[in-house]
């Protein structure tokens, strides 16, 4: 009969102080995390101003969050809210968020003591299955604890380094809805203002085609030479071929914004409505004050997400500095051995281990030298990324600023030269009226003032969309 052994260790009180001082210092071993980067002192101002406010600007909301509802448009408003949870664009930056998520959680995990329970049973000859040395089993049950001690914060900065990775996508993801939010905003205000232009033009074509029928009772009587009458048909024959191109730039946008939405193009479709008051001109959105660079960019994601991704760099850069130091693990084991699976249990049979690993790594051939040049090297790129996107959102910011004071000065001007052409209707309608001008005359007149409210409805959606990028531009909302 096997005889069993049990094998026990006398613990070592003089290292039990040590064990348990370096035990509480690498729990507290967390570095001061760096400051985050501050943008260049000079930068006090915008070089474009932004235009006055319009008489007619509405307030802003107070949720800047949901700045798109100064639109004061239902349908915009619904649209939007699709876009923010149904977006393709969004869902991914929503999954790599979670998938980062998990990975910090996964890397602050490496900082906790760790527990497995194993169980076995081994065919093999020695002493440890009977005195004899004779072949045997030997049955084993066993509880291991281990705790790697992170006494120069090696395992810390992984840990913040995961989550400033997290926060990175955080940002992206918030980046990739405000960019989302916007274009759908742009490619709605697009489509409202071409349905507009279209009820505009079909009114011009009603207007030529009126025309055109006086014109060809003067061919017939010999008041207009032929060359002048197919002059004028082929002027309205263009208006007609514009007609068409613009229902197939509606076209092109109502599938741009279902994809925006998440949906198939051919299972989407936007009505025509009444034109909104911001495209005729009843209704101002709220200005935008631009502010001061150094306050206003740096409430924009992809800022955020650039700058996180340089504190992360940082953190990296310090794990890979650590590989140089030497790392400390304790492990704790106990458990049961015995040759005989009725008595694997019994307390003679029981048998406990405690240990302290040291590693110091002495020649690796130049690895860790090399972990340390690649962490360096990714972090001056993430350092160059950071005044890249600093650099783009200045330039897009005072890209829109100065669109909108352009636009604000012709849109001033236009409406003066509305304003006459306007009057000169009133006033050809009662010379027609009273006998004093032709028709024709009468008609030419009506045609130009339709284009110019053409050209005034094109202009205020320009001014909206420019609006949007500069909300965009500044990281979202009106203040």
Known sequence: MC?????????????????????LAGCASTQVPPQPLALDARL??????????DATAVAAPAA????????ADPVLDQLVDQASTSNTDIRIAAARLAQTQALASQTGAARQPQLGLGAGAVRQQGPLVNAAGTEGTLFTAAATLSYEVDVLGRLAQA????????????????????????????????????????????????????????????????????????????????????TQRLQQRRDELENTLAVLLGQAASEFRLDRTDAPDWVTGQRALPAVRAGL??????????IAAAQAAVLAGQKRLGVTQSAWFPSLSLTGTTGFASAELSTLVAASMQTWAFGVLANLPVF???????????????????????????LQALREVEDQLSAQRLLAQQNAALERMQGSAARASELSQARFDSGSISQLDWLEVQRRELQGRRQLVQLRAARCQATTGLVRALGGGWN
């Open 293 to 302: 660079p150094s306050t206003v960019l740096q409430r924009r994601p992809d």
């Open 364 to 390: 690796d051939g130049g690895r860790r030298q090399a972990g340390i040049a690649m962490a360096d090297a990714e972090l001056s790129a993430a350092v160059a990324s950071y005044h890249q996107h600093l």
């Open 3 to 23: 005889k069993k052994y049990n094998y026990s260790l006398r613990p070592a009180g003089r290292w039990a102080g040590p064990m348990v001082a370096l035990l």
């Open 159 to 242: 840990g913040d380094a995961a989550a400033l990775d997290a926060q990175q996508r955080q940002s992206l993801l918030e980046s990739a809805r405000l960019l989302t939010q916007a274009q759908v905003v742009q490619t709605y205000v697009a489509l409202r203002a071409l349905d507009a232009d279209m009820d505009l033009l079909r009114h011009s074509l009603a207007l030529d085609r009126q025309s055109l029928r006086i014109q060809a009772y003067r061919l017939q009587s010999g008041a207009l030479s032929e060359l002048e009458y197919e002059r004028l048909q082929g002027a309205a024959t263009g208006q007609t071929l514009e």
């Open 64 to 71: 800047d969050d949901r700045w798109w509802t100064a639109f």
């Open 44 to 53: 006090q101002a915008f070089k474009t101003q932004a235009p006055e406010a």
